[in-house]
């Protein structure tokens, strides 16, 4: 698995992290063990990942907490959130001492305000970061991150003002070859300012489910943003990217999409699946797509910012 730095925190990640929420919340919410929901951060630690994200919100970190106890904490590098929109400045300190304690750690190496909304990104910044930054001047944060809400800010607009304020070293984003908005809207800024991209959406559900691409794809005719000239085949959109010599599969092309996408650093999978866990490390340890199928897939989703992929 190749390892990068995660953009100005120096930090030696590797280029796919194991995502602890989503739909999957590794396996949380198929009725997984909590010992086989653990077993999945282990495994993906044995293949080289080293990353993962988590959240107060998403039930895992004690999950995290419990597969840290058979793992080297030098050797991991833990990124988890605090809720934003509920959270006033006293709520930080403390939902952080809650974080470290679920997951059996002293310090994280990434802390982020979680689905940081654009009419609310003003007071976060003013009023949530400066606790943010105590707590890094304590040695129990690392870097300071956020993350969109991308379900509901799927355009990007609260980003223009994060990097404006150039405060944060870490950017969880949506991105996926479906909704690749972030291309032009936030991931030339984020290069310039060197800051650590964290990407989310990669597959979600449009791009592991073909029934379901079909109905987005045909949401997305309808509004306007796809050209159903573009479309050799309605009823596999997308076919043309696995071949021979191009992806294995929709949710491999869609994983290596985001890996090779200049500017972004890890991409987070969400699975509680242990053989979708093993292809996707082997999808993100694959080379980029071929120029001429990510070329085609710029075209045909080039006005699409609608969409998150769910
Ligand atoms: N605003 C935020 O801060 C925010 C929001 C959302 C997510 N996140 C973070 O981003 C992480 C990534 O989330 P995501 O949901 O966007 O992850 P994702 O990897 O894009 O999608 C996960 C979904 O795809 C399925 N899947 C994964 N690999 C597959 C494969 N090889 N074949 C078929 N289906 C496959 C999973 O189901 P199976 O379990 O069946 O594999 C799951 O339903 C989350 O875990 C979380 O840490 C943050």
């Given at each position: 698995?190749?390892?990068?730095?995660?953009?100005?925190?120096g930090l030696?990640v590797?280029?796919?992290?194991?995502?602890?929420?989503?739909?999957?919340?590794?396996?949380?919410?198929?009725?997984?063990?909590?010992?086989?929901?653990?077993?999945?951060l282990?495994?993906?630690?044995?293949?080289?990942?080293n990353?993962?994200?988590?959240?107060e919100?998403?039930?895992?970190?004690?999950?995290?907490?419990?597969?840290?106890k058979?793992?080297?904490?030098?050797?991991?590098i833990?990124?988890?959130?605090?809720?934003?929109?509920?959270?006033?400045?006293?709520?930080?300190a403390?939902?952080?001492?809650?974080?470290?304690?679920?997951?059996?750690t002293?310090?994280?190496?990434?802390?982020?305000?979680?689905?940081?909304w654009?009419?609310?990104?003003?007071?976060?910044?003013?009023?949530?970061?400066?606790?943010?930054?105590?707590?890094k001047?304590?040695?129990?944060?690392?870097?300071?991150?956020?993350s969109?809400k991308?379900?509901?800010?799927m355009?990007?607009?609260?980003?223009?003002?994060?990097?404006?304020?150039?405060?944060?070293?870490?950017?969880?984003?949506?991105?996926?070859?479906?909704?690749?908005?972030?291309?032009?809207?936030?991931l030339?800024?984020?290069?310039?300012?060197?800051?650590?991209?964290?990407?989310?959406?990669a597959?979600?559900?449009?791009?592991?489910?073909p029934?379901?691409?079909?109905?987005?794809?045909?949401?997305?005719i309808?509004a306007?943003?796809?050209?159903?000239?573009?479309i050799d085949?309605?009823?596999?959109?997308?076919?043309?990217?696995?071949?021979?010599?191009?992806?294995?599969?929709?949710?491999?092309?869609?994983?290596?999409?985001?890996?090779?996408?200049?500017?972004?650093?890890v991409?987070?999978?969400?699975?509680?699946?242990?053989?979708?866990?093993?292809?996707?490390?082997?999808?993100?340890?694959?080379?980029?797509?071929?120029?001429?199928?990510?070329?085609?897939?710029?075209h045909?989703?080039?006005?699409?910012?609608?969409?998150?992929?769910?």
């Open positions: 698995m190749d390892r990068v730095k995660l953009g100005r925190t030696d590797s280029v796919m992290g194991v995502g602890a929420g989503g739909p999957s919340q590794m396996g949380k919410r198929s009725g997984k063990t909590e010992a086989e929901s653990a077993s999945i282990l495994q993906a630690f044995d293949a080289g990942v990353f993962v994200d988590t959240s919100n998403y039930g895992t970190e004690p999950l995290v907490g419990l597969a840290l058979d793992l080297p904490r030098d050797q991991l833990i990124s988890t959130k605090k809720s934003s929109s509920d959270a006033k400045a006293a709520d930080v403390p939902g952080l001492e809650a974080s470290l304690s679920r997951l059996g002293d310090y994280v190496d990434v802390y982020n305000l979680h689905g940081v654009p009419g609310d990104y003003r007071r976060c910044a003013e009023e949530l970061y400066p606790e943010l930054l105590k707590l001047e304590a040695g129990k944060i690392r870097f300071i991150g956020m969109e991308f379900n509901d800010d355009e990007h607009e609260m980003a223009p003002m994060a990097l404006a304020d150039d405060i944060w070293d870490v950017m969880m984003i949506g991105f996926n070859l479906l909704n690749q908005s972030a291309r032009d809207r936030l030339a800024k984020a290069i310039q300012q060197d800051i650590g991209i964290q990407v989310m959406f597959v979600r559900k449009a791009l592991s489910d029934d379901h691409l079909l109905t987005v794809i045909a949401g997305l309808e306007g943003q796809i050209d159903p000239a573009d085949d309605p009823n596999d959109p997308i076919g043309f990217i696995v071949h021979k010599n191009g992806a294995v599969s929709i949710p491999d092309a869609a994983y290596r999409f985001c890996r090779h996408e200049p500017g972004t650093h991409i987070l999978s969400g699975t509680g699946n242990p053989e979708h866990l093993k292809k996707n490390i082997a999808s993100l340890e694959r080379g980029p797509l071929q120029t001429e199928d990510v070329d085609r897939l710029k045909m989703f080039r006005n699409v910012d609608s969409i998150t992929g769910q």
